[in-house]
């Protein structure tokens, strides 16, 4: 069965350090998606992507994100200035439609450290 | 942001028993629900999904039923089984507002053999 695939599974960053967390969303989806969640708290939406811009983003979603598709397959998350509260697992979903009978896939995350 | 909400941190029940998994919403608008399974270390997987138009749906040993006047809606397990041991996410969408997900805290369900 297709996956979406995340690398790295764990990512250690030095604060104030960038940091690009890489995704590979299922070939024939079209709708991408990142979420966060925070250690002992909920899965919280980021962002989402279609035909090459973001769709709709959340209050999280600060200036120092940002999300871009670079070539066909892969789907990317930067941070541009991390800092210690971005520490979390970063998820990254892609589904074929956004008919809301279609869920997102998921993929088995990053694991953000930030020091 | 308590909109979707998982009132159960964890669930304990024996194999072959019915696990009855809880989720309440408090924002009307949403249209859509969904439950996911969530093993450690991997991502949250796909489990079943119920549009508001419905009050039931049914896939093998799992049914999701949806009360819209009580905002409520809960997974059945029937029969539960050892491998089912995980976290469930509940999570909702409404369409209007694009389709994000928003998930409940999640409920860790045990069965044992």
Same mark, same amino acid.
């Given at each position: 069965?297709?996956?979406?695939?995340?690398?790295?599974?764990?990512?250690?960053?030095?604060?104030?350090?960038?940091? #690009?967390? &890489?995704?590979?969303? #299922?070939?024939?989806?079209?709708y !991408?998606?990142?979420? +966060?969640?925070?250690?002992?708290?909920k899965?919280?939406?980021?962002?989402?992507?279609?035909?090459?811009? #973001?769709?709709?983003?959340?209050? #999280?979603? @600060? @200036?120092? !994100?940002?999300?871009? +598709?670079?070539?066909?397959s892969?789907f990317?998350?930067?941070? +541009?200035?991390?800092?210690?509260?971005?520490?979390?697992?970063?998820?990254?979903a892609? &589904?074929?439609?956004?008919?809301?009978?279609q869920?997102?896939? !998921?993929? @088995?995350?990053? &694991?953000?450290?930030?020091? | 942001?308590?909109?979707?909400?998982?009132?159960?941190? /964890? $669930?304990?029940?024996?194999?072959?028993?019915?696990?009855?998994?809880?989720?309440?919403?408090?924002? /009307?608008?949403?249209?859509y629900f $969904?439950?996911?399974k969530?093993?450690?270390?991997e991502?949250?997987?796909?489990?079943? /999904?119920?549009s508001?138009?419905?009050d039931?749906?049914e896939?093998?040993?799992?049914?999701?039923? *949806?009360? =819209? /006047?009580? =905002?409520?809606?809960? *997974?059945?397990?029937?029969?539960s089984?050892?491998?089912?041991?995980?976290?469930?996410?509940?999570?909702a969408s409404?369409?209007?507002?694009?389709?994000? $997900?928003?998930?409940?805290?999640?409920?860790?369900?045990?069965v044992?053999?």
């Open positions: 069965e297709p996956e979406v695939t995340q690398t790295p599974s764990h990512q250690v960053t030095q604060m104030g350090q960038e940091v #690009i967390l &890489r995704c590979v969303p #299922i070939s024939n989806h079209l !991408f998606y990142w979420y +966060r969640q925070i250690l002992g708290q899965v919280e939406f980021l962002v989402s992507f279609y035909n090459n811009e #973001i769709s709709e983003k959340s209050e #999280i979603f @600060d @200036d120092q !994100f940002s999300v871009e +598709r670079p070539d066909g892969n990317t998350l930067k941070i +541009r200035s991390t800092k210690l509260e971005d520490s979390a697992m970063y998820f990254c892609s &589904r074929v439609t956004d008919f809301s009978n869920p997102q896939h !998921f993929g @088995d995350g990053t &694991r953000l450290s930030i020091l | 942001d308590q909109q979707v909400k998982q009132n159960s941190p /964890s $669930l304990s029940v024996q194999e072959g028993r019915i696990s009855i998994l809880n989720c309440d919403y408090t924002n /009307s608008m949403f249209d $969904l439950w996911y969530k093993y450690p270390a991502g949250p997987t796909f489990l079943i /999904s119920i508001s138009i419905k039931k749906n896939d093998g040993r799992f049914t999701v039923f *949806l009360n =819209k /006047s009580a =905002k409520h809606l809960s *997974l059945h397990i029937v029969p089984q050892p491998g089912d041991s995980a976290v469930y996410f509940c999570a409404e369409e209007t507002s694009g389709s994000r $997900l928003t998930f409940g805290e999640g409920t860790q369900l045990t044992n053999p």
